[in-house]
T-cell receptor
Framework: SQQGEEDPQALSIQEGENATMNCSYKTSINNLQWYRQNSGRGLVHLILIRSNEREKHSGRLRVTLDTSKKSSSLLITASRAADTASYFCATDGYDYKLSFGAGTTVTVRA | GAGVSQSPSNKVTEKGKDVELRCDPISGHTALYWYRQSLGQGLEFLIYFQGNSAPDKSGLPSDRFSAERTGGSVSTLTIQRTQQEDSAVYLC?????????????FGEGSRLTVL
């Protein structure tokens, strides 16, 4: 079953704008990861945030984690056309597997 | 190889036929995962290998699905008597230890179409 649920399902923004998407999950986690998928094929890891961390940055990406609300957000700043993709959050519930949400589809318009 | 390699990249088969999907993980990665992704959906966990053993096969949808991993490296996912609902992209991923400790590296997937 899917642990993480992304919101919104789809997002359309203008190039240069920021994109924010959220992930909610149900059970306690060890870490939460964000992945990007282009063209419905392989996923690429973006960032990992551990349960004892609240915020993490990587380039134009900013991830927050609120374990009390069981939620995370991914912010992409100054978006580019190349950021057009589906974004998934994945949670590790202290076991060996990652559970993925259904994803947020982001379209960046030139 | 440099990344996770999956073959075939595309497979079209007739209902009732058996198919075999192959995954070659990154060298040295002990953990290997199979996921399934239906059109426009998230990833459905199928099975996890730590070395050659699969501690949890509960994600396999039915007894028509089986997987093995030999030599702690290559894995094959076999679907017997394929059904139309098996049509999906099958994704393989490997990790240095397990998802507890770090990221998964995904292959490009095998797109299965059952006619």
């Amino acid at each position: 079953s899917q642990q993480g649920e992304e919101d919104p399902q789809a997002l359309s923004i203008q190039e240069g704008e920021n994109a924010t998407m959220n992930c909610s999950y149900k059970t306690s986690i060890n870490n939460l990861q964000w992945y990007r998928q282009n063209s419905g094929r392989g996923l690429v890891h973006l960032i990992l945030i551990r349960s004892n961390e609240r915020e993490k940055h990587s380039g134009r990406l900013r991830v927050t984690l609120d374990t009390s609300k069981k939620s995370s957000s991914l912010l992409i700043t100054a978006s580019r056309a190349a950021d057009t993709a589906s974004y998934f959050c994945a949670t590790d519930g202290y076991d060996y597997k990652l559970s993925f949400g259904a994803g947020t589809t982001v379209t960046v318009r030139a | 190889g440099a990344g996770v390699s999956q073959s075939p990249s595309n497979k079209v088969t007739e209902k009732g036929k058996d198919v075999e999907l192959r995954c070659d993980p990154i060298s040295g990665h002990t953990a290997l995962y199979w996921y399934r992704q239906s059109l426009g959906q998230g990833l459905e966990f199928l099975i996890y290998f730590q070395g050659n053993s699969a501690p949890d096969k509960s994600g396999l949808p039915s007894d028509r699905f089986s997987a093995e991993r030999t030599g702690g490296s290559v894995s094959t996912l076999t679907i017997q008597r394929t059904q139309q609902e098996d049509s999906a992209v099958y994704l393989c991923a490997s990790s240095l230890e397990s998802a507890n400790t770090g990221e998964l590296f995904f292959g490009e997937g095998s797109r299965l179409t059952v006619l």
